[in-house]
């Protein structure tokens, strides 16, 4: 169980070409917990409450540059998953989750709206040859609604200065399929080896 607060003041806004900046503020209420339903299966369920305000600052100006560039974001998040012991040495497990990003403002002080999603996880974490060799795999799934993009440019005034601005917008909806195994093995008594490997595919489901 936990509570968390930031404040962030007047932070420089990168890649700003008007000494723009950003202020936001985020606070949270948020708690997890596991029960033993027998002593080798258990469940899990966790909860998050989130609040984040932003706006955009036009230091040049010395003034918020109108009503609509100062945003809030509230949304509620849940995690649920079972574990299950098979060894004194293996365990398997399944989460089902969403999560959420907050929206914010581009470098024009034009604001994109939040990212949300919900994920899948199915996984297998196992000890062998006395704990001295670790293996651990899963394979996930995340779906994204309002995933947020950023498409960033270059580009050169009259007096030849470079300068770079980055422009986020919301996508509709994209997707993320992947696998991870991920093995630690100790040979002899101080050397350590590890191979992690891992395949992921992204995909836009509609036209940018």
Known sequence: VGLYYTKTEDPVYPGSTRGASQEFESNAAFAQATYPV???FRVIAGARYDDTSKSY?????GRYL???NSESWSYFDY???IEKDFSADMMGYFTLATGHK???FDDFGEAFDMESNISGE???KSRFLNNRLQLNGDVFYYLYDGYQVIDGHAYQDEAGNFYFEMNFF???KAKSL???VETTALVGNATVLTLNLAYLKNEYLDDL
């Open 38 to 40: 027998t002593d080798t």
């Open 57 to 61: 600052y036009d230091a040049v100006g």
């Open 66 to 68: 109108s009503e609509s």
């Open 79 to 81: 995690k649920l998953g």
């Open 102 to 104: 907050a929206g914010g």
């Open 122 to 124: 199915l996984g297998l």
């Open 170 to 172: 919301n996508a509709d």
């Open 178 to 180: 992947g696998a991870e």
